[in-house]
C-alpha cells in the first residue's frame, strides 16, 4: 500500500531538518574530540615517558611511573577520593531530591525563578565559592558558633582540617547538578500517576518509593553522574577544607606535575582516574540503555 504524498514529504522534510542539524554539529564535535584525543594521547606517551636532571619530562619508554601506581600510599588516596565521591553522591541526592520535588510540583508560577535563584549564584568562580565556604565553615566561623551556642558543638569541634569538612565542600560545590536534572524529571512526571498511586497504595511514603521514584529515576542517575565526575577528581575543597590525610588524587595530580616535577607519574595518575571515571560513565550509559529497552516493551 503506497504512503499518502503528504506523509512522504513531512518524512523526507524531518530527514533533511536532522541533516542540517548534524551538519551544524559537526565542527564543535570534531573541535572538541580532537583536543580531547590529542590531549589523552600526550598524557598517556607522558605515562610512559621520563624526566631529566631538572625533571623536565622527555619522551621515552619507561613504566616507573606506571609500577608506582601500586605503591599503598597512592592506592590509599585513590579509595578516599572514590569514598568521598561517593558519599557526597548520597549526600547531594538526599538534600537535591526534596528541593526539586518541591519547586517541580509546588512552585506553581515562581518555579522557574526559584531555579533561578538556586543556578544563579553557582556562575560564580568556583575558587571563590571554596574560599566562602571555607569562612563559613571556618573555627570562628557562623556555623561552628551557632552549634557552640545551641550545644552539639563545643570549643574542641573542628569542620575544617577533616573529611567532614572536604565532603561539605563537595557537596557545596556540586548539588546544583543533582537538582537540576532532578527538577527536569519531575517537571515531566505526569501528576495523575502519583494521584493514581494514593489510591492503589494508600499513602504517600508508598506512593513515593513505587510511582515517584522509579518515573524519576533516570534524573537520578545523570545527576549521580554529572555529581561524581567533578567530585572524583576535584582538589579545591581537599585542598582548602581538608589536611595532609584527606588529600584527593586531584591534590596528588597537581602536586606531580607542578610541585614534584614527575610529569610521568602524574600522568600515570590522570589515566588512571580517567579509567575510573570512565567505568562509572560506561555504567551509566549501560543503565540507561537498559531503562530505555525497557520502556520499548
Not at 228 to 250: K, Y
Not at 257 to 285: D, E, I, K, R
Request: charged fraction near 15%.
Amino acid at each position: 500500500m503506497a504512503l499518502p504524498r503528504n506523509s512522504s514529504r513531512t518524512r523526507r522534510r524531518d530527514a533533511d531538518g536532522n541533516r542540517m542539524w548534524v551538519w551544524f554539529m559537526l565542527p564543535g564535535t570534531l573541535w572538541m574530540t580532537g583536543f580531547l584525543i590529542a590531549s589523552l594521547a600526550l598524557v598517556a606517551v607522558l605515562a610512559v615517558g621520563t624526566t631529566d636532571e631538572l625533571g623536565n619530562p622527555r619522551f621515552g619508554f619507561d613504566l616507573a611511573g606506571v609500577r608506582a601506581l601500586t605503591d599503598p600510599a597512592y592506592t590509599e588516596v585513590l579509595v578516599r577520593s572514590l569514598g568521598y565521591a561517593l558519599l557526597t553522591c548520597v549526600i547531594c541526592l538526599l538534600i537535591a531530591y526534596p528541593v526539586a520535588y518541591t519547586i517541580a510540583l509546588y512552585g506553581g508560577r515562581f518555579k522557574h525563578a526559584l531555579i533561578a535563584a538556586i543556578v544563579v549564584p553557582f556562575f560564580a568562580n568556583y575558587l571563590v565559592r571554596m574560599y566562602g565556604w571555607s569562612v563559613v565553615l571556618s573555627d570562628d566561623g557562623p556555623v561552628l558558633r551557632a552549634l557552640r551556642a545551641v550545644g552539639p558543638a563545643d570549643e574542641g569541634t573542628r569542620i575544617l582540617n577533616s573529611g567532614f569538612g572536604v565532603v561539605a565542600g563537595l557537596v557545596y560545590g556540586f548539588v546544583v547538578f543533582m537538582i537540576i536534572p532532578l527538577y527536569a524529571a519531575l517537571e515531566r512526571l505526569d501528576v495523575s500517576l502519583i494521584e493514581a498511586g494514593r489510591d492503589l497504595y494508600g499513602g504517600p511514603v508508598r506512593t513515593f518509593f513505587f510511582v515517584t521514584l522509579p518515573a524519576t529515576r533516570q534524573g537520578a542517575a545523570a545527576g549521580l553522574v554529572l555529581v561524581f565526575l567533578p567530585a572524583m577528581g576535584d582538589f579545591v575543597s581537599a585542598q582548602l577544607m581538608g589536611g595532609p590525610d584527606q588529600i584527593m588524587i586531584g591534590n596528588l595530580i597537581q602536586d606531580k606535575f607542578f610541585q614534584g616535577q614527575n610529569w610521568p607519574l602524574g600522568s600515570a595518575l590522570t589515566m588512571l582516574l580517567m579509567l575510573v571515571l570512565l567505568v562509572g560513565m560506561l555504567g551509566y550509559l549501560r543503565r540507561t540503555r537498559k531503562d530505555e529497552a525497557e520502556a520499548l516493551r
